[in-house]
């Protein structure tokens, strides 16, 4: 058997799914979570997709005893670092938190695999890191900047690992910056399960759609876009899933890779709206209200360079995201907490 791979963050949203990926190429992994915004039951779903960790940590990723403790028992063959804060708002009020969390917990994982001598390590990065962007679509060589405390904890991390690998060419690093992953794993094991009111605009959605919520609060339609609405790029988390897998594999021997893994394509929120109706039957009730205070016109990416470095490009539609969304959301009212 291969050496294992080691997510930390496994439970969470974008790392389950990762984990059916890497199940699917039989690639052996083991999950490194302490639970501060997943659930323990994403283990079960994950066992009936045949894609179970040969073993689950309950850990937090600053705890160096408990890292030690996980690469002593194993032999890794690198780590994805998905383990990390990543609600904005909150990054706002509790910015330390934040800092703590995902940059001294960075910190103290790279400092575990080099004692450990694991020396190869795909970061969740994010397109947050381009802040207001001059133009779209963003290359990878736009100007970064932090617009909110997890926007910066991001930058610190991608500074914290640039320069590692300028001074120590040991390393072989990718830095992944994800744009908007929505969607869900086909069976409807698996999807996003936020904690309150969702943040995001998919999950949001959804709930709407099961009359959990009233209506959708559309922020702003005064924009300078087509139809006044905010532009993003929104990828179905699978698509993501692999983008993971073919990072691991373009990291064959030392180097940096700085990627965006995105469709290249704008949505607008009443676009997105428009798609979940007519691709679900369900419509959404909608209002329109003042802008959200941070957000921007238009973000997508250029993926040029993680189809010409990682040989990967995103496969699924708008259609696809929208259909796995509403099945994952309709077979889970209660989310990882409904007994199917
Ligand atoms: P998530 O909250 O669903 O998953 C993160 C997981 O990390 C959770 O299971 C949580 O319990 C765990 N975790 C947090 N802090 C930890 C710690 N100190 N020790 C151990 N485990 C810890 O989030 P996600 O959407 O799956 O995001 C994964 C990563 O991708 C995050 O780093 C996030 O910042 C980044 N990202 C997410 C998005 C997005 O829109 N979802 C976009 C860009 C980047
Ligand atoms: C998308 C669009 C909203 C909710 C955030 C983080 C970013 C990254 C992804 C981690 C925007 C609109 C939303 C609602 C709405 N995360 N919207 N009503 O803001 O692009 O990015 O998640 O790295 O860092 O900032 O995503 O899903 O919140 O919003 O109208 O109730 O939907 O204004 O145009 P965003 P989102």
Same mark, same amino acid.
């Given at each position: 058997?291969? &050496?294992?791979? *080691?997510?930390?963050?496994?439970?969470?949203? %974008?790392?389950?799914?990762?984990?059916?990926? *890497?199940?699917?190429?039989?690639? /052996?992994?083991?999950?490194?979570?302490? *639970?501060?915004?997943?659930?323990?039951?994403?283990?079960?779903?994950?066992?009936?997709?045949?894609? #179970?960790?040969?073993?689950?940590?309950?850990?937090?990723?600053?705890?160096?005893?408990? *890292?030690?403790?996980?690469?002593?028992?194993?032999?890794?063959?690198?780590?994805?670092?998905?383990?990390?804060?990543?609600?904005?708002?909150?990054?706002?009020?509790?910015?330390?938190?934040? =800092?703590?969390?995902?940059?001294?917990?960075?910190?103290?994982?790279?400092?575990?695999?080099?004692?450990?001598?694991?020396?190869?390590?795909?970061?969740? #990065?994010?397109?947050?890191?381009?802040?207001?962007?001059? #133009?779209? /679509?963003?290359?990878?060589?736009?100007?970064?900047?932090?617009?909110?405390?997890?926007?910066?904890?991001?930058?610190?991390?991608? &500074?914290?690992?640039?320069?590692?690998?300028?001074?120590?060419?040991?390393?072989? %690093?990718?830095?992944?910056?994800?744009? +908007? /992953?929505?969607?869900?794993?086909?069976?409807?094991?698996?999807?996003?399960? /936020?904690?309150?009111?969702?943040?995001?605009?998919?999950? =949001?959605?959804?709930?709407?759609?099961?009359? !959990?919520?009233?209506?959708?609060?559309?922020?702003?339609?005064?924009?300078?876009?087509?139809?006044?609405?905010?532009?993003?790029?929104?990828?179905?988390?699978?698509?993501?899933?692999?983008?993971?897998?073919?990072?691991?594999?373009?990291?064959?021997?030392?180097?940096?890779?700085?990627? +965006?893994?995105?469709?290249? $394509?704008?949505?607008?929120?009443?676009?997105?709206?428009?798609?979940?109706?007519?691709?679900?039957?369900?419509?959404?009730?909608?209002?329109?209200?003042?802008?959200?205070?941070?957000? %921007?016109?238009?973000?997508?990416?250029?993926?040029?360079?993680?189809?010409?470095?990682?040989?990967?490009?995103? $496969?699924?539609?708008?259609?696809?995201?929208?259909?796995?969304?509403?099945?994952? !959301?309709?077979?889970?009212? !209660?989310?990882?907490?409904?007994?199917?």
């Amino acid at each position: 058997m291969q &050496d294992p791979i *080691l997510l930390t963050g496994g439970t969470g949203f %974008i790392g389950a799914h990762t984990a059916t990926a *890497l199940a699917s190429a039989k690639l /052996p992994f083991v999950i490194l979570d302490n *639970l501060s915004n997943s659930s323990a039951k994403v283990l079960d779903r994950l066992a009936r997709l045949n894609a #179970s960790p040969l073993a689950f940590v309950n850990a937090d990723v600053r705890d160096a005893q408990a *890292l030690d403790a996980v690469f002593a028992r194993f032999k890794f063959s690198g780590v994805i670092h998905f383990a990390g804060l990543k609600a904005v708002g909150e990054s706002v009020a509790q910015p330390l938190r934040y =800092f703590d969390n995902n940059v001294n917990g960075t910190l103290q994982l790279l400092q575990a695999m080099q004692r450990a001598g694991v020396k190869k390590i795909v970061f969740s #990065s994010s397109a947050t890191v381009y802040g207001d962007p001059a #133009s779209v /679509p963003i290359r990878e060589d736009a100007a970064l900047s932090a617009t909110n405390p997890y926007g910066r904890s991001k930058l610190l991390c991608e &500074d914290m690992l640039r320069e590692l690998a300028r001074v120590d060419n040991s390393w072989k %690093i990718a830095l992944l910056r994800y744009f +908007n /992953p929505v969607g869900a794993h086909e069976s409807g094991l698996l999807g996003e399960s /936020p904690h309150g009111v969702p943040n995001n605009l998919m999950p =949001f959605m959804t709930q709407v759609a099961m009359g !959990q919520r009233e209506h959708l609060q559309i922020f702003g339609n005064d924009y300078d876009t087509p139809d006044g609405t905010g532009m993003r790029d929104y990828l179905h988390v699978m698509d993501l899933a692999q983008g993971h897998l073919a990072a691991l594999q373009a990291l064959d021997a030392p180097k940096l890779l700085t990627v +965006n893994l995105g469709t290249g $394509q704008g949505v607008s929120v009443k676009q997105m709206v428009d798609t979940f109706a007519r691709v679900t039957g369900v419509p959404i009730a909608h209002r329109f209200v003042a802008r959200r205070p941070g957000d %921007i016109a238009q973000c997508w990416a250029d993926p040029t360079l993680a189809q010409q470095l990682l040989g990967w490009k995103a $496969q699924l539609g708008l259609d696809r995201m929208c259909a796995d969304a509403w099945r994952w !959301q309709s077979m889970n009212p !209660q989310g990882f907490d409904t007994s199917l």
